[in-house]
């Protein structure tokens, strides 16, 4: 196990950069939490490998503040990579993720702004300017905004943190299935895909509130596809 921001008061940053033509910069953990306590950053560019086996965590505690960057595409066209199996993005804490310039996401569930204090953003931005390859986040199973719980089985009433996934600029998700809940009144979960040939791709259900859902629960397109 990883913890980035692991004592209250610290920081720390893992960075795994730029591949070259004979190798890739790969970096492996069994779990990790960015932003565990404390500020935490981790940054993949250039075609780099973060290959996480269980979870990642990015904003994982109440103090915690996580920051992840991937991004860029190296020579080989190899996209920069975050790959993992479960992926939360503000658990307890705040936590961020750019997702930039050609770069790749890829677990089987992602939920974002869980926990009752979570604040999670995820930003898929762009493409690749050499290249042309496009900025990806790749979700086997679920993607859920605003709801705690198991992905398997989401406690879609309780008490949830706020979540937003931006999707612009050519930018593509592709996700089985889609729950945006948002159980408080007054908060707000949204998806907002904006800008041309920016893609969310559902492959089997997408679902926005809940019954007993308070809050606001939001689909916005500014000139993409879903």
């Known amino acids: 196990f990883t913890s980035?921001?692991?004592?209250?008061?610290?920081?720390?940053?893992?960075?795994?950069?730029?591949?070259?033509?004979?190798s890739r910069t790969t970096w492996r953990a069994l779990a990790a939490a960015i932003g565990?306590?404390?500020?935490?950053?981790?940054?993949?560019?250039?075609?780099?490998?973060?290959?996480?086996?269980?979870?990642?965590?990015?904003?994982?505690?109440?103090?915690?503040?996580?920051?992840?960057?991937?991004?860029?595409?190296?020579?080989?066209?190899?996209?920069?990579?975050?790959?993992?199996?479960?992926?939360?993005?503000?658990?307890?804490?705040?936590?961020?993720?750019?997702?930039?310039?050609?770069?790749?996401?890829?677990?089987?569930d992602v939920g974002i702004g869980t926990e009752q204090a979570g604040l999670g953003t995820v930003l898929v931005d762009g493409v690749h300017s050499a290249s042309a390859i496009p900025s990806t986040v790749s979700i086997a199973n679920n993607l859920v905004i605003g709801a705690s719980g198991g992905f398997g089985s989401a406690n879609f009433q309780g008490l949830t943190g706020r979540g937003t996934l931006e999707i612009k600029n050519g930018g593509i998700v592709e996700v089985g299935n889609g729950y945006i809940f948002s159980s408080q009144a007054g908060r707000r979960n949204e998806v907002i895909v904006g800008g041309a040939n920016s893609d969310l791709i559902v492959t089997n259900l997408l679902i926005l509130g809940y019954t007993g859902n308070l809050g606001e629960a939001v689909l916005t397109l500014m000139g993409g596809y879903v």
Do not use: C, M, P
Not at 39 to 64: I, K, M, P, R, W
Not at 87 to 103: C, D, E, F, M, Y
């Open 4 to 22: 980035v921001g692991a004592q209250l008061g610290s920081s720390g940053q893992i960075s795994i950069l730029d591949s070259t033509a004979s």
């Open 36 to 108: 565990d306590k404390s500020f935490g950053t981790l940054q993949a560019t250039n075609g780099a490998l973060a290959d996480v086996e269980l979870y990642v965590n990015v904003g994982a505690e109440l103090s915690g503040v996580g920051r992840v960057s991937v991004a860029g595409v190296d020579a080989q066209q190899q996209s920069a990579s975050l790959i993992t199996t479960e992926l939360r993005v503000g658990l307890k804490g705040q936590g961020t993720i750019s997702v930039l310039n050609g770069g790749h996401v890829e677990a089987e």
